[in-house]
């Protein structure tokens, strides 16, 4: 059940789905211009995840910004369904730009966390993301909260074939992994213009491994990681 929470966002994607200033090109979908209240979330989460087969709630769409930005309905939503049911999965899709805010909802109850990346190397991801506020090394701290509490982190890699298959975002992923300990990469087809992407990156002129060798890479050498598309239920 997709629970959208937030107006703004702290990053400027150059391919967010929801919001597009530049004139450029258009979303592909309206950003929602409501908060609902805790009450209303919790209304609808708790029969969800004490009736549906393998449950599980999840905030940040790709109708909204960034639910990190509302903090305090959050912890206090999380809260609140915990109080009432024990069943499911809350997950939070976010760009984990706060980890302070992450360590509170750890507290609340948070299961588990999908965090947003183009790439393993800051310079690349400052590049897409164009953060505001906030830096590459606040993401990397958000998953180590999350993995220190034993709790569950999806990494949603944005695939861009020639790029996220080359040596030197290889090298750069593997480290992250080896450091932090993360449980999944869910392959996410980064549907942008090729040129313009590449023009915005600039990145170093690198033969790819082919993205099917990749994934093939991982499971051999992480034989413990999941793979996917979409958020596992993990109770």
């Excluded at 040129?195 to 002129?205: A, G």
Aim: proline letters at 7%; one cysteine or more; charged letters at 20%.
């Amino acid at each position: 059940m997709p629970l959208p929470t937030a107006r703004s966002c702290n990053s400027r994607c150059l391919g967010c789905l929801s919001l597009q200033n530049s004139g450029e090109i258009c979303s592909a979908q309206q950003r929602i211009d409501f908060t609902p209240t805790a009450g209303e979330i919790i209304e609808i989460a708790v029969p969800h995840l004490e009736t549906a087969p393998l449950p599980i709630v999840s905030f940040g769409q790709g109708c909204e910004g960034e639910p990190l930005l509302n903090p305090q309905l959050l912890y206090d939503t999380i809260k609140g369904i915990r109080t009432q049911t024990s069943k499911g999965t809350i997950n939070l899709n976010s760009n984990a730009s706060r980890p302070a805010v992450i360590a509170r909802l750890i507290e609340a109850g948070l299961d588990s966390l999908r965090v947003s990346l183009n790439s393993a190397r800051a310079e690349f991801y400052q590049k897409y993301f164009r953060p505001r506020n906030y830096c590459f090394e606040d993401v990397l701290e958000s998953i180590r909260l999350m993995k220190e509490a034993g709790r569950f982190v999806s990494i949603n890699y944005f695939v861009f074939p020639g790029f996220t298959d080359q040596p030197a975002e290889i090298a750069a992923f593997e480290k992250l992994l080896n450091q932090l300990q993360f449980d999944m990469i869910q392959w996410r087809n980064l549907n942008i213009d090729p040129e313009w992407y590449w023009s915005t990156l600039q990145p170093p002129d690198e033969d790819g491994l082919g993205i099917r060798q990749l994934i093939e890479y991982y499971q051999t050498k992480y034989p413990g990681l999941r793979h996917g598309y979409f958020n596992p239920a993990l109770r």
